[in-house]
């Protein structure tokens, strides 16, 4: 079991940024970020791998989201810059224990309560 504490969600204004936390209570296998709109299916947004350092990304924020790690701090971040009224969701992390097969974007087992995200336009 592994419990994910996700903070620093807000509302900011179209090309403004964010960085979102998430302390998970024991070590991982992978973790990522999740969002979901209203109306809308919870999608992939950006995931590591910890021990291969392999980073994902969704074609909807490649190049302005970045993920990265406080090893120190034992927590996962994910900046996000050039926000966009679209980016407006619930953001969820999440995580895996072990490795599982299937896509990147799918097979997590541990998720946060998520932390809103606003952007206005």
Known sequence: QVQLKESGGGSVQAGGSLRLSCVPSRST?????????PGKEREAVA????????????????????????????????????????????????????????SWSNGMDYWGKGTLVTVSS
């Open 29 to 37: 296998y992978s973790m990522g970020w999740f969002r979901q709109a």
């Open 47 to 102: 995931r590591i791998y910890f021990r291969s350092r392999v980073t994902y990304y969704s074609d909807s924020v490649k190049g302005r989201f970045t993920l990265s790690q406080d090893n120190t701090a034992n927590t996962l971040y994910l900046q996000m810059n050039s926000l966009k009224p679209e980016d407006t969701a619930m953001y969820y992390c999440a995580a895996n224990l072990i490795p599982k097969a299937g």
